[in-house]
């Protein structure tokens, strides 16, 4: 907060602070050279799941008066409405799991971890709906070294080129163009990860599993498989996160997943950030 009165670039009334017009860059001593946000920005292009209502900024702006000195000054507070899962979330494991954490209850632990990114591009553009294998686990681990306890692993499929395009070519579905979303009829298309590899990630341990597009499951599973092996077994995981994911190291960068603290949350909007040297 900046002291009342004091204007920007000026000196305060405490003599110890001096007010300065930009602010240093922090130095870094652990050589840390790269940061890097993988958030979509929520707005009212954000793309939610189907049938989820979507994100709405309601903001109040006035010009308000100190009477003490006639100035004036700006104020805005807003309130924002979403469904949890939409735009770059967490999927806590209380939402395919009753007694599963909820969101406030994601251990800080695994919050912050090494990033481990295994790139599925080249299967993703024959097969749209293409679910990585434990074939293709193996192969990152052949080339990287194998996945370890509470490793945050990233499945970067390229679907993520879609998201700017619309909820179409994001989904394969678009609930303005196809109608209202039916879970057994409705036509899902875009990439995920099968059955046999969400269990070989349990069988890993890691702490959270996530991709750059819109589900755990591939678009054409309506039974939640990679879900549910996960969510049950205390992985939690990441959806929808940006394209920023094309240009990162498979291994080498460590990652900060910052969900908003909803108690009793299924899900929640979170800022992701990546680092390395």
């Known amino acids: 907060m900046v002291?009342?009165?004091?204007?920007?670039?000026k000196?305060?009334?405490?003599?110890?602070?001096?007010?300065?017009?930009?602010?240093?860059?922090?130095?870094?001593?652990?050589?840390?050279?790269?940061?890097?946000?993988?958030s979509w920005p929520l707005d009212a292009s954000t793309i939610f799941w189907?049938?989820?209502?979507?994100?709405?900024?309601?903001?109040?702006?006035?010009?308000?008066?100190?009477?003490?000195?006639n100035s004036k000054y700006d104020y805005a507070a807003g309130v924002i409405?979403?469904?949890?899962?939409?735009?770059?979330?967490?999927?806590?494991?209380?939402?395919?799991?009753?007694?599963?954490?909820?969101?406030?209850?994601?251990?800080?632990?695994?919050?912050?971890?090494?990033?481990?990114?295994?790139?599925?591009?080249?299967?993703?553009?024959v097969d749209r709906n293409y679910a990585i294998t434990v074939e293709d686990i193996?192969?990152?681990?052949?080339?990287?070294?194998e996945l370890n306890q509470n490793d945050i692993v990233l499945i970067r499929t390229g679907f993520c080129k879609?998201?700017?395009?619309?909820?179409?070519?994001?989904l394969g579905f678009d609930e303005k163009v196809d109608g209202e979303y039916d879970i057994n009829t409705s036509k899902l298309s875009f990439p995920?990860?099968?059955?046999?590899?969400?269990?070989?990630?349990?069988?890993?341990?890691?702490?959270?599993?996530?991709?750059?597009?819109?589900?755990?499951?591939?678009?054409n599973n309506k039974y939640f498989d990679a879900h549910r092996v996960l969510l049950t077994n205390d992985v939690y995981g990441i959806e929808n996160v940006n394209d920023k994911i094309l240009a990162l190291p498979c291994t080498g960068?460590?990652?900060?997943?910052?969900?908003?603290k909803i108690t009793g949350g299924s899900g929640s909007p979170a800022r992701i950030f990546v680092y390395y040297s």
């Open 50 to 69: 189907p049938g989820g209502e979507g994100f709405q900024l309601c903001m109040q702006c006035c010009s308000c008066c100190d009477d003490r000195n």
């Open 192 to 219: 995920g990860i099968s059955m046999p590899a969400a269990e070989y990630f349990v069988h890993r341990r890691v702490a959270a599993v996530g991709l750059d597009t819109a589900s755990l499951d591939p678009g």
């Open 11 to 38: 000196r305060s009334h405490f003599p110890e602070v001096e007010m300065s017009a930009a602010a240093d860059p922090i130095e870094l001593t652990d050589g840390v050279k790269n940061f890097v946000d993988l």
């Open 81 to 125: 409405t979403c469904a949890e899962h939409g735009g770059t979330h967490v999927d806590a494991c209380f939402h395919f799991c009753a007694d599963g954490k909820t969101v406030e209850q994601i251990p800080i632990k695994t919050l912050i971890a090494k990033l481990k990114i295994i790139d599925v591009i080249d299967k993703v553009v």
């Open 162 to 170: 879609n998201y700017q395009l619309g909820a179409k070519e994001y």
């Open 138 to 145: 193996h192969l990152f681990e052949n080339n990287y070294g």
């Open 253 to 260: 960068a460590n990652i900060i997943v910052a969900p908003l």
């Open 3 to 9: 002291a009342t009165g004091v204007e920007r670039g």
